[in-house]
């Protein structure tokens, strides 16, 4: 968690396993890839980040509605050791004009290994945005985490969603369609290799349900768990009830089932 300084300034720091020029890269250009895409001022969804990457540059958050918000002017940017941007956001959350009314934040890159990274972070001149800055410093100092961005300089999480907007899911919800979701568990008459041609017979009459256009999906289970299987059918539970009381598995009893109505959004691999 970030400390407070004195009364106007809030820091926090983490070590990293990269050398400095890593860390740097990832803090500035790469910037929208570790972000938190909720901590914007946007008022769509935000869908990229630009980190301008020289002084006189800004940061930059487009939304999905092609809106774009720039929130931050790079004042120093000295690879691989420090970068300085203002914090151009009023204490009402939005877009302060005035420079003078602005903080700032430095973050230092300091070298603590041939291959580690202390980033420091330094949120200064709270104070100048006016009166009621206090409320601003205590959001930053709640709101300034180094987690997402050490992770994926180290090449940890560093998954980055796109934007699904309201409309999008409300589009995509409207198409869902039925399915059966059927879950395969083996049972204690299930003993290799004594059961295999049984189970062999059972493969074959899944692939040729496939074929058939009945189930969608047949995915084995490799592990040691009771569940053999999952398959996923483009039938109700009454039909698929009755396909698969016919399974060779199940008419010997080396498989038990469970069948549950379940929806899905048809794409590459539900018809």
């Known amino acids: 968690m970030p400390d407070l300084l004195d009364a106007t300034t809030v820091r926090t720091a983490i070590d990293v396993d990269v050398p400095a020029e890593r860390a740097f890269q990832a803090f500035t250009t790469e ?12 008022e769509a969804p935000l869908a990229t980040m630009e980190f301008q990457p020289y002084a006189g540059g800004h940061i930059i958050d487009r939304g999905t509605d092609g809106s774009e918000c720039h929130w931050a002017r790079v004042l120093a940017y000295e690879p691989p050791r420090r970068v300085v941007f203002s914090w151009d956001i009023n204490i009402r959350w939005q877009i302060e004009t005035d420079p003078s009314r602005c903080s700032e934040i430095e973050v230092a890159f300091i070298p603590i290994a041939e291959a580690a990274t202390r980033v420091e972070l330094t949120h200064r001149h709270l104070d100048r945005h006016g009166p009621g800055w206090e409320s601003m410093r205590d959001a930053v100092s709640q709101g300034w985490s180094l987690d997402g961005f050490a992770a994926f300089a180290a090449g940890r999480n560093s998954l980055r969603l796109p934007a699904i907007t309201d409309a999008a899911l409300q589009e995509r919800l409207a198409h869902v369609k039925p399915y059966t979701v ?4 083996r049972t204690d008459k299930c003993v290799r290799p004594d059961v295999d041609p049984i189970i062999w017979e059972h493969g074959r009459r899944n692939q040729a349900l496939v074929e058939a256009g009945e189930m969608l999906i047949v995915m084995p289970s490799f592990d040691d768990s009771p569940l053999a299987g999952i398959g996923i059918f483009a039938a109700d539970v009454e039909r698929v009830e009755d396909i698969v009381k016919a399974d060779p598995g199940v008419r010997a009893g080396i498989f038990s089932y469970e069948l ?10 539900l018809r």
Not at 31 to 42: S, Y
Not at 182 to 185: E, G, N, R, S, T
């Open 31 to 42: 910037i929208e890839k570790w972000w938190d895409a909720g901590h914007h001022i946007l």
């Open 182 to 185: 059927m879950l395969l568990h």
């Open 260 to 269: 549950h109505p379940a929806g899905g959004f048809p794409g590459d691999a």
